[in-house]
C-alpha cells in the first residue's frame, strides 16, 4: 500500500497562491489511476478539491470556480496542488488521498498538511 | 451537485453499545457510498465502500448496508477506540461530496 506525505508552507498571504506537494512512497505514481485532494477548514466537515490522473488530466470542484490546478511529477513520484487567489476560507487542512478505480473509494491518505491564509 | 446528509449529527454512547448512523443521498447513488472514521488531528481512514464492503484491517464490528439513497453504518459493541467522527461519502458523480459528519462520543 502505498504511502503519501503532503508538505507546504504553513502560512500563505490573502490573495496569494497555495502551493502543496503529496510526496508517493511505496509505489508508482502511475500504477494508480487517480490521486485526490481533499481538503478540511478548522472544526468543519470534508471537501472533494479535485482529483489527478496520472496522465495529468484533472478534473476539479468547480465551486473553486477555477482558482485551482493540480499536476503529476513522474520523475518525482509526487502530486502537486496550486489554488491562487487565496482568502481566510481557503484556511484549512489539506490532504491527498488515492481514489478506487472501481467504486470512487478514497483509499489511503496522507496525514495532512495546513494552511493558514493572514496577513 | 448530490447533497448527503448524516443523521444524527451528533451521538453519545457507552462502550458495548450497538449504534447506527444514517446516511442519505438527494437522489439515487445505488451503492457508490463510503464511510470513514476521522479522529482529532487524523486523517480519515476508510472503513466501508461500496454501501457494505469492509476495508482490510477494519474489524467486524463495523458493517454497513443500503442502496439508493438511504445508507448505515452499524458499530456493534462500541470500543474505546471507535469514538470519533464519521463521514458517508458519494462516488456515484462529480463533484464527489461528503456528508456533514457523526460525531460519537462517550455517554
Known amino acids: 500500500q502505498v504511502q503519501l506525505q503532503e508538505s507546504g508552507p504553513g502560512l500563505v498571504k490573502p490573495s496569494g497562491t497555495l502551493s502543496l506537494t503529496c510526496a508517493v512512497s511505496?509505489?508508482?505514481?502511475?500504477?494508480?489511476?487517480?490521486w485526490i485532494w481533499v481538503r478540511q477548514p478548522p472544526g468543519k466537515g470534508l471537501e472533494w478539491i479535485g482529483e489527478v490522473y496520472h496522465t495529468g488530466t484533472t478534473t476539479l470542484n468547480p465551486s473553486l470556480k477555477g482558482r485551482v490546478s493540480m499536476s503529476v511529477d513522474k520523475s518525482k513520484n509526487e502530486l502537486s496542488l496550486r489554488l491562487n487567489s487565496v482568502t481566510a476560507a481557503d484556511t484549512a487542512v489539506y490532504y491527498c488521498?488515492?481514489?478506487?478505480?472501481?467504486?470512487?473509494?478514497?483509499?489511503?491518505w496522507g496525514q495532512g498538511s495546513p494552511v493558514i491564509v493572514s496577513s | 451537485d448530490i447533497q448527503m446528509t448524516q443523521s444524527p449529527s451528533s451521538l453519545s454512547a457507552s462502550l458495548g453499545d450497538r449504534v447506527t448512523i444514517t446516511c442519505r443521498a438527494s437522489q439515487s447513488i445505488r451503492t457508490y457510498l463510503h464511510w470513514y472514521q476521522q479522529k482529532p488531528g487524523k486523517a480519515p481512514k476508510l472503513l466501508i465502500y461500496a454501501a457494505s464492503s469492509l476495508q482490510s484491517g477494519v474489524p467486524s464490528r463495523f458493517s454497513g448496508s443500503g442502496s439508493g439513497t438511504d445508507f448505515t453504518l452499524t458499530i456493534t459493541s462500541l470500543q474505546p477506540e471507535d469514538f470519533a467522527t464519521y463521514y458517508c461519502?458519494?462516488?456515484?458523480?462529480?463533484?464527489?461530496?461528503f456528508g456533514q459528519g457523526t460525531k460519537l462520543d462517550m455517554k
Open positions: 461519502q458519494q462516488g456515484f458523480s462529480l463533484p464527489r461530496t
Open positions: 488521498a488515492t481514489l478506487g478505480a472501481i467504486d470512487y473509494q478514497f483509499d489511503s
Open positions: 511505496g509505489g508508482s505514481i502511475s500504477n494508480n489511476n487517480w
